[in-house]
Protein backbone atom coordinates (compact mmCIF):
# COMPACT_ATOMS: atom_id res chain seq x y z
CA UNK A 1 0.00 0.00 0.00
CA UNK A 2 2.29 2.88 0.69
CA UNK A 3 4.50 2.16 -2.33
CA UNK A 4 1.51 3.73 -4.36
CA UNK A 5 1.55 6.81 -2.56
CA UNK A 6 2.66 9.86 -4.49
CA UNK A 7 2.06 12.63 -2.19
CA UNK A 8 2.09 13.85 1.71
CA UNK A 9 1.07 17.06 2.73
CA UNK A 10 1.00 17.43 6.69
CA UNK A 11 1.46 20.61 7.41
CA UNK A 12 0.96 23.29 10.64
CA UNK A 13 -0.84 21.12 12.78
CA UNK A 14 0.27 19.49 16.18
CA UNK A 15 2.35 16.75 15.06
CA UNK A 16 4.91 14.71 17.31
CA UNK A 17 7.57 12.47 17.37
CA UNK A 18 9.87 11.35 14.41
CA UNK A 19 9.79 11.42 11.07
CA UNK A 20 9.39 6.83 10.38
CA UNK A 21 12.32 4.85 9.63
CA UNK A 22 10.57 3.45 7.00
CA UNK A 23 9.51 6.11 4.99
CA UNK A 24 11.99 5.38 2.02
CA UNK A 25 9.33 2.27 1.47
CA UNK A 26 7.06 4.63 -0.33
CA UNK A 27 9.20 4.36 -3.66
CA UNK A 28 6.80 6.67 -5.64
CA UNK A 29 6.25 9.29 -3.52
CA UNK A 30 6.45 13.02 -5.13
CA UNK A 31 5.78 15.35 -2.89
CA UNK A 32 6.62 15.08 1.21
CA UNK A 33 5.55 18.20 2.82
CA UNK A 34 6.21 17.59 7.13
CA UNK A 35 6.13 21.23 7.94
CA UNK A 36 5.01 23.58 10.69
CA UNK A 37 4.99 21.08 13.82
CA UNK A 38 7.90 21.85 16.54
CA UNK A 39 6.67 18.79 18.36
CA UNK A 40 8.63 16.61 15.23
CA UNK A 41 11.68 15.75 16.53
CA UNK A 42 14.74 13.61 15.81
CA UNK A 43 17.27 13.14 12.79
CA UNK A 44 16.46 12.47 9.29
CA UNK A 45 16.16 8.96 8.58
CA UNK A 46 18.30 7.43 6.16
CA UNK A 47 15.74 5.86 4.36
CA UNK A 48 14.63 8.88 3.23
CA UNK A 49 17.56 9.65 0.81
CA UNK A 50 15.92 6.64 -0.47
CA UNK A 51 12.94 8.07 -2.19
CA UNK A 52 14.37 8.81 -5.20
CA UNK A 53 11.24 10.45 -7.05
CA UNK A 54 10.80 12.67 -4.93
CA UNK A 55 10.26 16.55 -6.36
CA UNK A 56 8.95 18.23 -3.39
CA UNK A 57 10.43 18.02 0.22
CA UNK A 58 9.13 20.55 3.06
CA UNK A 59 10.60 19.83 6.50
CA UNK A 60 10.74 23.72 7.41
CA UNK A 61 9.66 25.00 10.80
CA UNK A 62 10.00 21.66 12.94
CA UNK A 63 12.68 20.61 15.61
CA UNK A 64 14.62 18.21 13.46
CA UNK A 65 18.69 18.04 14.30
CA UNK A 66 21.29 16.60 13.18
CA UNK A 67 22.93 16.71 9.18
CA UNK A 68 22.26 16.37 5.91
CA UNK A 69 23.43 13.30 4.28
CA UNK A 70 25.72 12.78 1.41
CA UNK A 71 23.60 10.59 0.12
CA UNK A 72 21.28 13.71 -1.28
CA UNK A 73 23.28 12.96 -4.29
CA UNK A 74 20.58 9.81 -4.66
CA UNK A 75 17.23 12.84 -5.08
CA UNK A 76 18.41 13.63 -8.70
CA UNK A 77 14.61 14.92 -9.46
CA UNK A 78 14.33 17.49 -6.40
CA UNK A 79 12.89 20.69 -7.69
CA UNK A 80 12.08 22.48 -4.00
CA UNK A 81 14.03 21.68 -0.97
CA UNK A 82 12.81 23.35 2.20
CA UNK A 83 14.77 23.05 5.65
CA UNK A 84 14.71 26.10 7.01
CA UNK A 85 13.54 26.83 10.91
CA UNK A 86 15.06 23.39 12.30
CA UNK A 87 18.15 22.95 14.60
CA UNK A 88 20.12 21.63 11.42
CA UNK A 89 23.98 21.46 12.46
CA UNK A 90 27.23 20.52 10.40
CA UNK A 91 27.56 21.27 6.60
CA UNK A 92 26.08 21.33 3.34
CA UNK A 93 26.83 18.10 1.60
CA UNK A 94 29.00 18.52 -1.73
CA UNK A 95 27.04 15.69 -3.29
CA UNK A 96 24.23 18.37 -3.45
CA UNK A 97 25.49 18.92 -6.96
CA UNK A 98 23.35 15.88 -8.16
CA UNK A 99 20.04 17.35 -7.51
CA UNK A 100 20.66 19.48 -10.84
CA UNK A 101 16.81 20.00 -11.02
CA UNK A 102 17.01 22.20 -8.17
CA UNK A 103 15.47 25.68 -8.11
CA UNK A 104 14.47 26.60 -4.35
CA UNK A 105 16.69 25.72 -1.67
CA UNK A 106 15.92 27.19 1.82
CA UNK A 107 18.56 26.40 4.71
CA UNK A 108 17.81 29.28 6.89
CA UNK A 109 17.19 29.64 10.48
CA UNK A 110 19.48 27.03 11.64
CA UNK A 111 22.97 25.78 13.09
CA UNK A 112 24.37 24.89 10.11
CA UNK A 113 28.23 26.21 9.66
CA UNK A 114 31.46 25.64 7.22
CA UNK A 115 32.35 27.01 3.94
CA UNK A 116 30.02 26.24 1.00
CA UNK A 117 30.86 24.12 -0.94
CA UNK A 118 31.98 23.91 -4.80
CA UNK A 119 29.40 21.53 -5.89
CA UNK A 120 26.50 24.06 -4.68
CA UNK A 121 27.59 26.37 -7.38
CA UNK A 122 26.80 23.67 -10.10
CA UNK A 123 23.36 24.20 -9.56
CA UNK A 124 22.65 25.92 -12.27
CA UNK A 125 18.46 25.82 -12.35
CA UNK A 126 18.62 27.51 -8.93
CA UNK A 127 16.09 30.72 -8.17
CA UNK A 128 15.30 30.82 -5.08
CA UNK A 129 19.01 30.65 -2.65
CA UNK A 130 17.97 31.14 0.82
CA UNK A 131 21.28 30.45 4.10
CA UNK A 132 20.26 33.36 6.39
CA UNK A 133 20.60 33.02 9.98
CA UNK A 134 23.33 30.25 10.20
CA UNK A 135 27.47 30.40 10.99
CA UNK A 136 28.61 29.57 7.48
CA UNK A 137 32.38 30.90 7.18
CA UNK A 138 34.66 31.61 4.91
CA UNK A 139 34.28 33.31 1.50
CA UNK A 140 31.86 33.39 -0.89
CA UNK A 141 33.37 31.88 -4.25
CA UNK A 142 33.42 33.71 -7.83
CA UNK A 143 31.90 30.95 -8.88
CA UNK A 144 28.39 32.57 -7.69
CA UNK A 145 28.11 34.06 -11.54
CA UNK A 146 27.57 30.49 -12.60
CA UNK A 147 23.91 30.73 -10.85
CA UNK A 148 22.64 33.11 -13.71
CA UNK A 149 19.11 31.76 -13.07
CA UNK A 150 19.35 33.05 -9.84
CA UNK A 151 16.06 35.64 -8.34
CA UNK A 152 16.81 36.05 -4.74
CA UNK A 153 20.00 35.29 -2.59
CA UNK A 154 19.53 35.79 0.79
CA UNK A 155 23.05 34.69 2.81
CA UNK A 156 22.63 37.75 5.21
CA UNK A 157 23.02 36.78 9.32
CA UNK A 158 25.96 34.51 8.82
CA UNK A 159 30.00 34.24 9.52
CA UNK A 160 31.03 34.58 5.94
CA UNK A 161 34.54 36.67 5.47
CA UNK A 162 36.00 38.32 2.26
CA UNK A 163 34.04 40.30 0.32
CA UNK A 164 30.89 40.39 -2.26
CA UNK A 165 31.84 38.28 -5.45
CA UNK A 166 32.20 40.73 -8.63
CA UNK A 167 30.82 37.87 -10.50
CA UNK A 168 27.69 38.39 -8.71
CA UNK A 169 26.86 40.96 -11.88
CA UNK A 170 26.41 37.76 -14.10
CA UNK A 171 22.88 36.80 -12.23
CA UNK A 172 21.23 39.06 -14.07
CA UNK A 173 17.99 38.15 -12.90
CA UNK A 174 18.68 39.09 -9.53
CA UNK A 175 15.64 40.77 -8.05
CA UNK A 176 16.71 40.60 -3.99
CA UNK A 177 19.65 39.91 -2.41
CA UNK A 178 20.19 40.75 1.50
CA UNK A 179 24.04 40.00 2.32
CA UNK A 180 23.59 42.40 5.81
CA UNK A 181 25.12 41.06 8.81
CA UNK A 182 26.55 38.59 6.87
CA UNK A 183 30.62 39.35 7.67
CA UNK A 184 31.66 40.28 4.18
CA UNK A 185 33.74 43.36 3.72
CA UNK A 186 35.21 45.26 1.59
CA UNK A 187 34.15 47.79 -1.23
CA UNK A 188 31.11 46.96 -3.57
CA UNK A 189 32.17 45.15 -7.10
CA UNK A 190 31.25 46.72 -10.10
CA UNK A 191 29.37 43.39 -11.02
CA UNK A 192 26.82 44.93 -8.60
CA UNK A 193 25.78 47.87 -10.46
CA UNK A 194 25.23 45.26 -13.35
CA UNK A 195 22.09 43.69 -11.70
CA UNK A 196 18.94 45.90 -13.92
CA UNK A 197 16.64 44.15 -12.02
CA UNK A 198 17.27 43.96 -8.44
CA UNK A 199 14.56 45.56 -6.23
CA UNK A 200 15.58 44.52 -3.19
CA UNK A 201 19.24 45.35 -1.78
CA UNK A 202 20.03 44.82 1.74
CA UNK A 203 23.51 45.41 2.65
Not at 166 to 185: A, M, P, R, T, W
Request: hydrophobic share 35%; aromatic share 8%.
Amino acid sequence: MLENISEIWLQDNYITGEIPQNVGAMKNLENLKISGHRGLVGTLPPSLFELSNLEFLYLNGNSLIGSVSENIRQLTKLIDFRINDNSFNGTIPDAIQFCQELEILDFSHNDLSGTLPSGLFKLSTLQYFYLRANSFTGSISEDIGQLTKLIHLLVDENKFNGTIPNSIGLCQDLEKLHLQESGLHGTLPDGLYDLMNLQDLYL
